[in-house]
C-alpha cells in the first residue's frame, strides 16, 4: 500500500480513468481501494508526479500543419536538487491522449544516461497500463 500524510490538507481525491471503447458487456470494471487512517505517522512516504511537460510552463507547443513532430522534454536536474533523500520509482504510467504515438523516459546522472525507465515504441490510446519497474529505479538530488 502507499500511505499519506494528512496533517496539512482534509482533502481526499480518487479519480480513476479507464474505458471500455468497444461496448464489451462482458468487460467489467474490477478496480478497488481500501483507506485505513491511524494516528501513527508512515515510515515510508508516497507519491506521484508528472514528468514530461516543460517544468516551467506545463504546456506542449505542437506545430500546426504537420505530420509528425518531436517533443523533448526535461525534468531539471534544479528540480530535483530540492529533494532532501534519494526516491525510488516504482512504476511508469504512459499518458498521451490520443495525439502521442511514441514515448520514452530516460533518467540521466551527472549528464549521463543512467536507466531507461521505460519505452513505448507504438502508443496506444484504448491500451494505457501503468507497468512496474522491477527493480525499482533510484533518483537522487541533482539527477534529470
Known amino acids: 500500500g502507499s500511505s499519506l500524510d494528512f496533517r496539512s490538507s482534509n482533502v481526499f481525491k480518487i479519480e480513476a480513468h479507464y474505458d471500455n471503447s468497444e461496448g464489451i458487456p462482458s468487460i467489467q470494471d474490477q478496480s478497488g481501494m481500501s483507506l485505513r487512517l491511524t494516528e501513527r505517522p508512515p515510515t515510508l512516504e508516497s507519491g506521484s508526479v508528472t514528468v514530461g511537460m516543460d517544468w ?47 514515448l520514452v523516459t530516460e533518467l540521466f546522472r551527472c549528464g549521463e544516461k543512467v536507466a531507461e525507465l521505460g519505452r513505448i515504441d507504438e502508443y496506444e490510446f484504448n ?8 527493480p525499482p529505479v533510484k533518483i537522487l538530488p541533482g539527477d534529470a
Not at 500543419?65 to 517533443?71: A, I
Open 56 to 102: 516551467w510552463d506545463r504546456q506542449f507547443r505542437i506545430p500546426a500543419n504537420q505530420n509528425e513532430t518531436k517533443l523533448f522534454n526535461l525534468c531539471p536536474s534544479q528540480a530535483t536538487e530540492m529533494l532532501r533523500h534519494p526516491v525510488w520509482v516504482y512504476s511508469w504510467n504512459p499518458h498521451m491522449h490520443t495525439r502521442g504515438r511514441q
Open 127 to 134: 491500451n494505457q497500463q501503468t507497468y512496474a519497474l522491477d
